[in-house]
């Protein structure tokens, strides 16, 4: 009877079944963090309004690294498809405070941006969306116009924010057939970030804050660590080029502006550069990375440390290997000439090594490669010239008997630049032997009637220049082509030989 009546009197709900059914707002960012040190959320209030603040980290390793393996980017902020933000509201503006609480207002702020929003749907979460866009807004500004030094707990505050808002893993994309197939990467559309329009103000403020005055770099270096410059590298790979654009302004001012930072990065960088070329062949942001090198190179000290020459030979050489060299040859090809310009002695190394990976059966690529070519020779005095003479100029031979007009063209076009022209007058009774078969090849068969008419024109230049030694290479290359017609005619009788041999057997 007594086990009768105690079943029937209701039991007291456990504390874990209470927190699953009652766990309101705070269950929202019940993951933000796992660190033991931060794992407690807490609610802060600025005037009538109440938000739900992130707790802070003694890092930005640790703040950096927890927000982004933790944070859902998200798919915890509505729940059974209704908004869970009835505690997302707007804090004060800068405007509506004593100058005494504005240091704790934009630490309040950064806290509020720390929310990541889905984008997916863009009709989801409309006014919170809202309510931080105008707050990131509120703390660029506020950055832009301080007057006062940033103390240690802003920053540590704003590089957190910075990594919980753009840190995250990119989706890799299929990109490998379309360098095979010569499908012109220039054409394809860039894919644009829905997101865009909270990252691009996240992205202004870093750029702000990284060029005040304010910002002391000895403080600052401690949270735009090496594990921040290694992840804001990696975003480099992102598909939209805007993102790309604002990731290269603001490394190259860290660059500038973090001395101690400099060999690190350019250490990074490099590491990229040779995963890219040796394993992978696939990054959206190699151009990019090459324009910041371009600015640094261009600001290297003569004479060159031992160690920039090592990445002219070990990097910036290789890079000329991938198919898809099209999307970044400007910008390394600016990277090459700066070397030779500030040190003429390395114009042989940088022409070998163009010549080691010059293209076989890609005719697009062997144009760029003259065109590099060309700028590397308008720097090259005639000592360095005279060392590589005879390797280059083989290449051109059979550049200038390329069956692809527009490879003939532009090995021919050679002959325009003056200070080229030059340089091959001097040296005429070596380059002239080696070139004049495939000049002569071309003035009498190339199927082309431009190649043919400029053909003619580097003919006349060089009769004209020295006589005697054009009709040698013309009566040496009669003789050989006599000898070549003589060795085929040989050829040509023995297989007959064989072939009468060989129908006698079967007759029998």
Same mark, same amino acid.
Not at 125 to 145: A, G, P
Not at 248 to 266: A, S, W
Not at 405 to 416: D, G, H, K, S, T
């Given at each position: 009877?007594?086990?009768?009546?105690? !079943?029937?009197?209701?039991?007291?709900?456990?504390?874990?079944?209470?927190?699953?059914?009652? #766990?309101?707002?705070?269950?929202?960012?019940?993951?933000?963090?796992?660190?033991?040190?931060?794992?407690?959320? #807490?609610?802060?209030?600025? #005037?009538?309004?109440?938000?739900?603040?992130?707790?802070?980290?003694?890092? =930005?390793?640790?703040?950096?690294?927890?927000?982004?393996?933790?944070?859902?980017?998200?798919?915890?902020?509505?729940?059974?498809?209704?908004?869970?933000?009835?505690?997302?509201?707007?804090?004060?503006?800068?405007?509506?405070?004593?100058?005494?609480?504005?240091?704790?207002?934009?630490?309040?702020?950064?806290?509020?941006?720390?929310?990541?929003?889905?984008?997916?749907?863009?009709?989801?979460?409309?006014?919170?969306?809202? =309510?931080?866009?105008?707050?990131?807004?509120?703390?660029?500004?506020?950055?832009?116009?301080?007057?006062?030094?940033?103390?240690?707990?802003?920053?540590?505050?704003?590089?957190?924010?910075?990594?919980?808002?753009?840190?995250?893993?990119?989706?890799?994309?299929?990109?490998?057939?379309?360098?095979?197939?010569?499908?012109?990467?220039?054409?394809?559309?860039?894919?644009?970030?829905?997101?865009?329009?909270?990252?691009?103000?996240? /992205?202004?403020?870093?750029?702000?804050?990284?060029?005040?005055?304010?910002?002391?770099?000895?403080?600052?270096?401690?949270?735009?660590?090496?594990?921040?410059?290694?992840?804001?590298?990696?975003?480099?790979?992102?598909?939209?080029?805007?993102?790309?654009?604002?990731?290269?302004?603001?490394?190259?001012?860290?660059?500038?502006?973090?001395?101690?930072? !400099?060999?690190?990065?350019?250490?990074?960088?490099?590491?990229?550069?040779?995963?890219?070329?040796?394993?992978?062949?696939?990054?959206?942001?190699?151009?990019?990375?090459?324009?910041?090198?371009?600015?640094?190179?261009?600001?290297?000290?003569?004479?060159?440390?031992?160690?920039?020459?090592?990445?002219?030979?070990?990097?910036?050489?290789?890079?000329?290997?991938?198919?898809?060299?099209?999307? /970044?040859?400007?910008?390394?090809?600016?990277?090459?000439?700066?070397?030779?310009?500030?040190?003429?002695?390395?114009?042989?190394?940088?022409?070998? #090594?163009?010549?080691?990976?010059?293209?076989?059966?890609?005719?697009?690529?062997?144009?760029?490669?003259?065109?590099?070519?060309?700028?590397?020779?308008?720097?090259?005095?005639?000592?360095?010239?005279?060392?590589?003479?005879?390797?280059?100029?083989?290449?051109?031979?059979?550049?200038?008997?390329?069956?692809?007009?527009?490879?003939?063209?532009?090995?021919?076009?050679?002959?325009?630049?003056?200070?080229?022209?030059?340089?091959?007058?001097?040296?005429?009774?070596?380059?002239?032997?080696?070139?004049?078969?495939?000049?002569?090849?071309?003035?009498?068969?190339?199927?082309?009637?431009?190649?043919?008419?400029?053909?003619?024109?580097? !003919?006349?230049?060089?009769?004209?220049?020295?006589?005697?030694?054009?009709?040698?290479?013309?009566?040496?290359?009669?003789?050989?082509?006599?000898?070549?017609?003589?060795?085929?005619?040989? !050829?040509?009788?023995?297989?007959?030989?064989?072939?009468?041999?060989?129908?006698?057997?079967?007759?029998?």
């Amino acid at each position: 009877m007594l086990k009768q009546i105690l !079943r029937r009197l209701p039991r007291k709900s456990s504390k874990a079944a209470e927190n699953r059914e009652h #766990g309101g707002r705070h269950a929202i960012y019940s993951n933000v963090s796992t660190d033991s040190r931060s794992s407690d959320v #807490g609610t802060t209030k600025a #005037g009538n309004s109440t938000i739900t603040s992130l707790p802070s980290s003694n890092s =930005i390793s640790d703040s950096g690294q927890n927000h982004i393996n933790n944070v859902q980017r998200g798919a915890n902020l509505t729940q059974n498809g209704n908004s869970g933000f009835s505690a997302y509201e707007a804090l004060p503006g800068f405007g509506e405070v004593p100058n005494s609480e504005k240091h704790n207002l934009f630490i309040k702020k950064l806290h509020l941006c720390c929310f990541v929003f889905d984008f997916t749907d863009p009709t989801k979460n409309l006014k919170e969306k809202e =309510i931080k866009r105008q707050t990131l807004l509120e703390l660029v500004d506020y950055v832009t116009s301080a007057n006062d030094k940033f103390p240690e707990t802003v920053m540590q505050e704003a590089i957190k924010m910075v990594s919980v808002n753009l840190f995250r893993a990119f989706t890799p994309q299929p990109r490998d057939n379309k360098v095979i197939d010569g499908f012109d990467m220039e054409e394809e559309e860039p894919s644009m970030d829905p997101a865009w329009t909270h990252f691009q103000i996240v /992205y202004e403020f870093l750029l702000k804050f990284v060029l005040s005055l304010e910002t002391d770099a000895k403080l600052a270096k401690r949270y735009i660590d090496q594990s921040f410059i290694l992840k804001l590298l990696d975003l480099f790979d992102s598909d939209d080029p805007r993102e790309r654009e604002y990731l290269k302004t603001i490394l190259h001012r860290i660059y500038g502006k973090f001395l101690v930072h !400099r060999p690190f990065i350019r250490k990074a960088i490099n590491n990229i550069f040779f995963r890219f070329i040796f394993e992978t062949e696939k990054h959206n942001g190699i151009a990019e990375l090459l324009e910041i090198l371009g600015s640094i190179i261009n600001g290297f000290a003569l004479p060159l440390k031992e160690e920039h020459k090592v990445f002219l030979v070990r990097v910036l050489i290789p890079l000329h290997k991938p198919r898809c060299l099209a999307m /970044y040859h400007q910008q390394l090809s600016y990277c090459i000439t700066q070397f030779v310009e500030k040190d003429c002695k390395l114009a042989d190394t940088v022409i070998r #090594g163009l010549l080691k990976y010059w293209p076989i059966t890609d005719s697009s690529k062997e144009v760029m490669f003259l065109n590099e070519l060309e700028e590397v020779l308008e720097a090259t005095q005639p000592p360095e010239f005279q060392r590589c003479m005879v390797p280059l100029f083989r290449q051109i031979a059979r550049c200038l008997n390329s069956s692809h007009f527009q490879v003939a063209e532009r090995a021919l076009f050679l002959w325009n630049n003056d200070h080229i022209e030059n340089l091959i007058r001097q040296n005429r009774t070596v380059i002239l032997p080696i070139i004049f078969p495939a000049l002569e090849r071309n003035a009498r068969n190339h199927w082309n009637q431009a190649v043919r008419n400029l053909t003619m024109n580097v !003919r006349k230049i060089f009769n004209d220049l020295d006589p005697e030694n054009f009709k040698e290479c013309l009566l040496k290359f009669e003789e050989d082509e006599s000898k070549e017609d003589e060795i085929k005619a040989n !050829r040509e009788t023995k297989w007959n030989c064989l072939e009468n041999l060989a129908a006698q057997k079967n007759c029998k």
